[in-house]
C-alpha cells in the first residue's frame, strides 16, 4: 500500500506558506513529512499528514489548489551508504525518482524517505526485494 501525498500550489510569495500550516493547525491536521520548492510565480508544497483525505477536504474548503499522488515511504538503513541501498536498486531497476524527502519523525532510530517515482509497483517490489522496510499507514500515526 502506498502513501498519501498532498502536494499544494500556493503563489510564491511571503506568508504563503504559513497561512497554509495555520489552517492545518486549526483543522487538527498534523504534517508527518513536508517538502517545498519554488519555480517562478508558484511554490509546491508536498505533505504526508495524518488524515489525508480530511485534509484534502479541508484545502478543498478553503479554495487550495492541490492534488492527492501515492508515494512511497522507506526506512533508510542504519548503515554507511544506507541511502544507496535504497538509490542503486531503483537505478538498477530503472525506476526514476522524481524527487525525494524526509518525514519529521521517525519510528526508531531510521531516517524515513519518501519517494515520488515514476512506476510505484515496481519500485515497491524493488525495494522489498532487496529487504528495504516500506512504512505504510503507521506513517499517519508518527
Known sequence: ????????????????????????????????????GSVAENSI??????????????LESYSFMYEMTPVLAAEVPLHPGGMNAILKHLAFGEVNIHYIYTTVNRIGEETIVILGVDNIDKARDILRQNWIHLITDEIYTL
Not at 511571503?14 to 492545518?24: H, T, V
Not at 489525508?52 to 479541508?58: F, G, Q, T
Open 1 to 36: 500500500m502506498a502513501v498519501k501525498q498532498i502536494s499544494v500550489t500556493l503563489d510564491n510569495k511571503p506568508g504563503q506558506l504559513l497561512k497554509l500550516f495555520n489552517i492545518l493547525e486549526r483543522e487538527d491536521i498534523t504534517t508527518k513529512a513536508v517538502s517545498a
Open 45 to 58: 508544497v508536498r505533505l504526508v499528514v495524518n488524515d489525508p483525505a480530511r485534509a484534502a477536504a479541508i
